[in-house]
């Protein structure tokens, strides 16, 4: 069975400060892992994903990802948070692709001025 | 490229009535389509499956007979809620795949409808 676990529904940073969303995840084959984003009242945009081929994976807006098999992690981080960036943040795993992605709970990132 | 429409963005309707949503890919033949159900503050739950031309297939505690889709084409899927209730009431949103290869291992979603039952 696969799932995610994404610690923090709700993180706060300053601007130009560090982010780290914290995904974790369940899967009894190799996964396929993504990050998506979602704007208040808007769907998801994907930000970055993972399909076995670099652990580390770069995203749009700056954003990155690096796939941890022995810790089953797959984190999001960016440098220095920007305003813009103030949205709910969902992980998601697969087993088969593009197909049937289960979603973690989602984060809240809230960017203080 | 890889555009999914949602019809309409939000939708008001009273206790009883049905109402459509429609998706549309835009630019590319969407095989497969999802639908999927947001509760206020929670995960994406996944409805429905729907390959064009057969019928979709649907989660573990989702009424088919409820939550009607129809994938006619390669471009549209409909997702009817019928007699809709109160507690029907979310943030529906449907998205895409295709079999092609740029796009074999990603979803394109759509921008979501909400919906309010009266």
């Known amino acids: 069975a696969q799932s995610v676990t994404q610690l923090g529904s709700h993180v706060s940073v300053s601007e130009g400060a560090l982010v780290l969303l914290r995904c974790n995840y369940s899967?009894?084959?190799?996964?396929?892992l993504f990050w998506y984003v979602q704007y208040p009242n808007q769907g998801l945009q994907l930000l970055l994903k993972?399909?076995?081929?670099?652990?580390l994976v770069k995203g749009i807006n700056g954003f990155e990802a690096e796939f941890k098999k022995s810790e089953t992690s797959f984190h999001l981080t960016k440098p220095s948070a920007h305003m813009s960036d103030a949205a709910e943040y969902f992980c998601?795993?697969?087993?088969?692709?593009?197909?049937?992605?289960?979603f973690g709970t989602g984060t809240r990132l809230t960017v203080i001025p | 490229g890889a555009v999914v429409s949602q019809h309409p963005s939000r939708v008001i309707c009273k206790s009883g009535t049905s109402v459509k949503i429609e998706c549309r890919s835009l630019?590319?033949?969407?095989?497969?389509m999802f639908w999927y159900r947001q509760f206020p503050k929670k995960s994406l739950m996944l409805m429905a499956t729907s390959n064009e031309g057969s019928k979709a297939t649907y989660e573990q505690g989702v009424e088919k007979d409820k939550f009607l889709i129809n994938h006619a084409s390669l471009t549209l899927s409909t997702l009817t809620v019928t007699s809709a209730h109160p507690e029907d009431s979310s943030f529906y949103i449907c998205?895409?795949?295709?079999?092609?290869?740029?796009?074999?291992?990603?979803?394109?979603f759509g921008p979501g409808t909400r919906l309010t039952v009266l």
């Open positions: 630019d590319f033949q969407a095989t497969t």
């Open positions: 899967s009894s084959v190799p996964p396929y």
């Open positions: 998601a795993v697969s087993e088969t692709g593009a197909n049937n992605l289960f």
């Open positions: 993972y399909t076995s081929a670099a652990t």
């Open positions: 998205s895409a795949r295709t079999s092609g290869s740029i796009s074999n291992n990603e979803q394109f």
